[in-house]
C-alpha cells in the first residue's frame, strides 16, 4: 500500500537535546512539507520542499532544520534552540505541489520535551 | 493574504441530527477550498475539495459542501450525523503559490 510513515510515534526529549523525526513516503510525491500542530490551533507550516536538495522555510522554521536529499525521505530536526517544542508533528506529501493538489498525511509523531 | 475562518471550535450534535460545521475565507484570488478530517492522535484525511468546477462538492461519508462566492463561504453539512463522526475537521485554502493554510478546526461531538 502506498502511504507515508512517520516514526516514532511517541518521542520524548530531554531540555538540550536535538532529535530527529522522520518521514517517508512511497507515493512518488514530488512536494513534501512538515506542520506543528497545537491544541486550538490548527497546523502551523514549519518547511516544505518542492524537490529533491531543495527546501523553504514556513511560517515557523525557527529552530527546526530539514533536509530533503532522496524524493522520499524528509527528515525533520528539532533542535535546542527550539523553546517550547512539545506538540504533534505532521508530515505531509502532494503529487506535484499544485494548487488543487490533496495532502496526504502521515499518522504523527507525538514530541514531548521531559 | 489568504486566510481560514473556522466558527466554533467546539460543535455538538444529536445522532442523527444535521452536521453544519462553518468555514469563512478570505482570498484576493479565486480560492481552492478544502475539508479534512482528523480522528484522533492520527493523520488527517481529505473528505472533499473545490476546484472551481461544481459549486456543490460532494464528499467521503456522507458529508458535502457548497461554496458560496458572494459569502465567501464554504460551509460542511452532512444531513444525519453518526457516533462515528466524531473528530476535527480542519478546513484550508491554498494561497496563490500552493501552500495551503488552514484554519484552527472545530471539534465536532456527537451524542447518542
Given at each position: 500500500d502506498?502511504?507515508?510513515?512517520?516514526?516514532?510515534?511517541?518521542?520524548?526529549?530531554?531540555?538540550?537535546?536535538?532529535?530527529?523525526?522522520?518521514?517517508?513516503?512511497?507515493?512518488?510525491?514530488?512536494?513534501?512539507?512538515w506542520?506543528r500542530?497545537?491544541?486550538?490551533?490548527?497546523?502551523?507550516?514549519?518547511?516544505?520542499?518542492q524537490?529533491?536538495?531543495?527546501?523553504?522555510?514556513?511560517?515557523?522554521?525557527e529552530?527546526?532544520?530539514?533536509?530533503?536529499?532522496?524524493?522520499?525521505?524528509f527528515?525533520?530536526?528539532v533542535?535546542?534552540?527550539q523553546?517550547?517544542?512539545?506538540?504533534?508533528?505532521?508530515?505531509?506529501?502532494?503529487?506535484?505541489?499544485?494548487?488543487?493538489?490533496?495532502?496526504?498525511?502521515?499518522?504523527?509523531?507525538?514530541l514531548?520535551?521531559? | 493574504?489568504?486566510?481560514?475562518?473556522?466558527?466554533?471550535?467546539?460543535?455538538?450534535?444529536?445522532?442523527?441530527?444535521l452536521?453544519?460545521?462553518?468555514?469563512?475565507?478570505?482570498?484576493?484570488v479565486p480560492?481552492?477550498?478544502?475539508w479534512?478530517?482528523?480522528?484522533?492522535?492520527q493523520?488527517?484525511?481529505?473528505?472533499?475539495?473545490?476546484?472551481?468546477?461544481?459549486?456543490?462538492?460532494?464528499?467521503?461519508?456522507?458529508?458535502?459542501?457548497?461554496?458560496?462566492?458572494s459569502?465567501?463561504?464554504f460551509?460542511?453539512?452532512?444531513?444525519?450525523?453518526?457516533?462515528?463522526?466524531?473528530?476535527?475537521?480542519?478546513?484550508?485554502?491554498?494561497?496563490?503559490?500552493?501552500?495551503?493554510t488552514?484554519?484552527?478546526?472545530?471539534?465536532?461531538?456527537?451524542?447518542?
Open positions: 502506498g502511504g507515508i510513515t512517520q516514526s516514532p510515534k511517541y518521542l520524548f526529549r530531554k531540555e538540550g537535546q536535538n532529535v530527529t523525526l522522520s518521514c517517508e513516503q512511497n507515493l512518488n510525491h514530488d512536494a513534501m512539507y506542520y500542530q497545537d491544541p486550538g490551533q490548527g497546523l502551523r507550516l514549519i518547511y516544505y520542499s524537490i529533491v536538495n531543495d527546501f523553504q522555510k514556513g511560517d515557523i522554521a529552530g527546526y532544520s530539514v533536509s530533503r536529499e532522496k524524493k522520499e525521505s527528515p525533520l530536526t533542535t535546542s534552540a523553546k517550547n517544542p512539545t506538540a504533534f508533528y505532521l508530515c505531509a506529501s502532494t503529487s506535484k505541489g499544485g494548487n488543487t493538489d490533496t495532502q496526504y498525511f502521515g499518522p504523527g509523531t507525538r514531548t520535551v521531559l | 493574504a489568504q486566510s481560514v475562518t473556522q466558527l466554533g471550535s467546539h460543535v455538538s450534535v444529536s445522532e442523527g441530527a452536521v453544519l460545521l462553518r468555514c469563512n475565507y478570505s482570498s484576493s480560492p481552492y477550498l478544502f479534512y478530517v482528523q480522528y484522533p492522535n493523520g488527517l484525511q481529505l473528505l472533499l475539495k473545490y476546484t472551481s468546477a461544481a459549486t456543490l462538492v460532494k464528499g467521503i461519508n456522507g458529508f458535502e459542501a457548497e461554496f458560496k462566492k459569502e465567501t463561504s460551509h460542511l453539512t452532512k444531513p444525519s450525523a453518526h457516533m462515528s463522526d466524531a473528530a476535527e475537521y480542519f478546513c484550508a485554502v491554498t494561497r496563490g503559490s500552493y501552500i495551503p488552514f484554519g484552527r478546526g472545530t471539534s465536532l461531538i456527537v451524542h447518542p
